[in-house]
Antibody
Framework: EVQLVESGGVVVQPGGSLRLSCAAS????????MHWVRQAPGKGLEWVSL????????YYADSVKGRFTISRDNSKNSLYLQMNSLRTEDTALYYC???????????????WGRGTLVTVSS | QSVLTQPPSASGTPGQRVTISCSGS????????VNWYQQLPGTAPKLLIY???QRPSGVPDRFSGSKSGTSASLAISGLQSEDEADYYC???????????FGGGTKLTVL
């Protein structure tokens, strides 16, 4: 079955760190760019970051630049998001999403996971 | 404040045709393709339209997309109760080097 499964979401204090994971299955993971997209409770979608098929290109939203790091391990069919210096405004459901190309990108996400909830609160 | 501008709400009765607009600028919609997503309550978003007007396999032809200049539109014809959802537009922005989303439109089927 073609799917993405996120994990790692927990309650963390402001200033803390967290690493999210996304396990891919059912498709050739290293053929595609991967993304993280988040959705704060009751709010709209916000793109967070992307990584090209080989990890050679990464981009970040201004809101997370310098605090979050996206990475991937193609041997494990896994995508990661290292989140440091967390703020209350980072509280959201974090989705892993697949792009349709290996090393070009636009706003097209053709496969989504169900998300993992990150809550930043003291 | 979203980079792409959508109306916060839209509504229609069963069988009607509704359109949802998405307004951007030369750095995003004006120079890149637009994609649309449907998010049913309590579920992950689903790709509805890609490359301005293409439907993924399985998406009914009641859904259509168009783009002109720095604006795009999603049209839903033959509105059904199961179309009640949030709809988002998205595009790459060449100035921000980022994917930008619209704020979302909540569609209500009356």
């Amino acid at each position: 079955e073609v799917q993405l499964v996120e994990s790692g979401g927990v309650v963390v204090q402001p200033g803390g760190s967290l690493r999210l994971s996304c396990a891919a299955s059912g498709f050739t993971f290293d053929d595609y760019t991967m993304h993280w997209v988040r959705q704060a409770p009751g709010k709209g979608l916000e793109w967070v970051s992307l990584i090209s098929w080989d990890g050679g290109s990464t981009y970040y939203a201004d809101s997370v630049k310098g605090r979050f790091t996206i990475s991937r391990d193609n041997s494990k069919n896994s995508l990661y998001l290292q989140m440091n210096s967390l703020r209350t405004e980072d509280t959201a459901l974090y989705y892993c999403a697949k792009g349709p190309y290996s090393s070009s990108w636009d706003g097209e996400f053709d496969l989504w996971g169900r998300g993992t909830l990150v809550t930043v609160s003291s | 404040q979203s980079v792409l501008t959508q109306p916060p709400s839209a509504s229609g009765t069963p069988g009607q045709r509704v359109t949802i607009s998405c307004s951007g600028s030369s750095s995003n919609i004006g120079s890149n393709t637009v994609n649309w997503y449907q998010q049913l309550p309590g579920t992950a978003p689903k790709l509805l339209i890609y490359s301005n007007n293409q439907r993924p396999s399985g998406v009914p032809d009641r859904f259509s997309g168009s783009k002109s200049g720095t604006s795009a539109s999603l049209a839903i014809s033959g509105l059904q109760s199961e179309d009640e959802a949030d709809y988002y537009c998205a595009a790459w922005d060449d100035s921000l080097n980022a994917v930008v989303f619209g704020g979302g439109t909540k569609l209500t089927v009356l």
